[in-house]
């Protein structure tokens, strides 16, 4: 009899255990505001926190050269957007409003302030989102080949007019964009097939709706918004209008990378990293 009511203890206990664990949020998971499940990676120790968000069909591992490096002095995150990477599916609508509130989620579980946000590409328009949510916490935003124009949201036509290969087939035109556009003639080709491969692998339903969010932002209005510093390190292709940018937001400087395409983090991680640890003192200072 003794015998049976321990058994019957130890089954309770690991029974209570086991619903305990599958209840708890894991401690690399924030649950965004529509109840989509965040993934994200933490290590370091230091302020200010660096908050690292990829660019569209990406995920956080696009940061890999960039973590040990500032992971010695500070505190860095990077984040798998809703529908990228180890984060859930299954939002409505993907929008910059919506990703900037991922970015908030995380950044609220981890309890952090002084920070800086770095976005690639459209993680760039993220950032900016997250700033206007939280301007408290922010002391700087470094956008990353992104913001080559601040422009008004386009119309529905144009939208749709753009978005009409992908929809015919998401995988190839994606592949087909990459190529023609993100690299350059010196550029690595294992490291391009890698982001073609990845980037066309994205589920289309999430690619498309980003896509559509992301022209239809506000970005005249989000510099406009914004008060901390705005700095961006671009590939030197591309050609900014910063003087226009500046009616908008005053801080807004950049500082072009040489014989790099899009991925300027991954093209030239050294280069890239000696740039970001001068922004950041810069922001510190």
Same mark, same amino acid.
């Given at each position: 009899?003794?015998?049976?009511?321990?058994?019957?203890?130890?089954?309770?206990?690991?029974?209570?255990?086991?619903?305990?664990?599958?209840?708890?949020?894991?401690?690399?998971?924030?649950?965004?505001?529509?109840?989509?499940?965040?993934?994200?990676?933490?290590?370091?120790?230091?302020?200010?926190?660096?908050?690292?968000?990829?660019?569209?069909?990406?995920?956080?591992?696009?940061?890999?050269?960039?973590?040990?490096?500032?992971?010695?002095?500070?505190?860095?995150?990077? #984040?798998? +957007?809703? &529908?990228?990477?180890?984060?859930?599916?299954? *939002? $409505?609508?993907? %929008?910059? !409003?919506?990703?900037?509130?991922?970015?908030?989620?995380?950044?609220?579980?981890?309890?952090?302030?002084?920070?800086?946000?770095?976005?690639?590409?459209?993680?760039?328009?993220?950032?900016?989102?997250?700033?206007?949510?939280?301007?408290?916490?922010? #002391?700087? +935003?470094? &956008?990353?080949?992104?913001?080559?124009?601040? *422009? $008004?949201?386009? %119309?529905? !036509?144009?939208?749709?007019?753009?978005?009409?290969?992908?929809?015919?087939?998401?995988?190839?035109?994606?592949?087909?964009?990459?190529?023609?556009?993100?690299?350059?003639?010196?550029?690595?080709?294992?490291?391009?097939?890698?982001?073609?491969?990845?980037?066309?692998?994205?589920?289309?339903?999430?690619?498309?709706?980003?896509? $559509?969010?992301?022209?239809?932002?506000?970005?005249?209005?989000?510099?406009?918004?914004?008060?901390?510093?705005?700095?961006?390190?671009?590939?030197?292709?591309?050609?900014?209008?910063?003087?226009?940018?500046?009616?908008?937001?005053?801080?807004?400087?950049?500082?072009?990378?040489?014989?790099?395409?899009?991925?300027?983090?991954?093209?030239?991680?050294?280069?890239?990293?000696?740039?970001?640890?001068?922004?950041?003192?810069?922001?510190?200072?």
């Amino acid at each position: 009899m003794h015998s049976l009511r321990r058994y019957l203890l130890l089954i309770t206990i690991l029974s209570i255990a086991l619903f305990i664990n599958c209840t708890t949020e894991p401690d690399n998971t924030a649950i965004s505001s529509d109840g989509v499940e965040i993934r994200f990676d933490i290590q370091g120790e230091g302020e200010p926190a660096l908050v690292f968000v990829h660019g569209w069909c990406c995920d956080r591992s696009y940061w890999d050269a960039q973590v040990p490096h500032f992971a010695q002095k500070y505190k860095v995150v990077t #984040i798998d +957007l809703a &529908g990228h990477g180890e984060s859930s599916l299954g *939002r $409505e609508s993907y %929008t910059m !409003e919506a990703f900037g509130k991922d970015v908030v989620a995380v950044i609220e579980k981890l309890g952090i302030d002084n920070i800086v946000l770095i976005g690639h590409s459209m993680g760039g328009p993220v950032i900016l989102e997250a700033a206007r949510q939280i301007p408290e916490r922010i #002391i700087g +935003l470094v &956008g990353v080949d992104t913001f080559a124009r601040i *422009r $008004e949201p386009w %119309t529905q !036509e144009r939208i749709d007019n753009f978005l009409a290969p992908f929809k015919s087939d998401f995988a190839e035109a994606t592949a087909n964009i990459v190529h023609q556009s993100m690299f350059t003639t010196e550029s690595d080709s294992v490291l391009i097939e890698k982001i073609v491969t990845d980037m066309a692998a994205a589920p289309p339903e999430v690619g498309l709706k980003e896509v $559509e969010g992301l022209f239809k932002y506000d970005m005249i209005k989000a510099f406009q918004e914004v008060k901390v510093p705005i700095r961006c390190i671009n590939a030197g292709r591309n050609q900014e209008n910063v003087e226009e940018a500046r009616q908008y937001a005053p801080t807004f400087e950049v500082v072009a990378m040489s014989n790099v395409g899009h991925f300027v983090m991954m093209e030239d991680p050294e280069t890239f990293n000696r740039l970001l640890e001068e922004t950041i003192q810069e922001f510190i200072r």
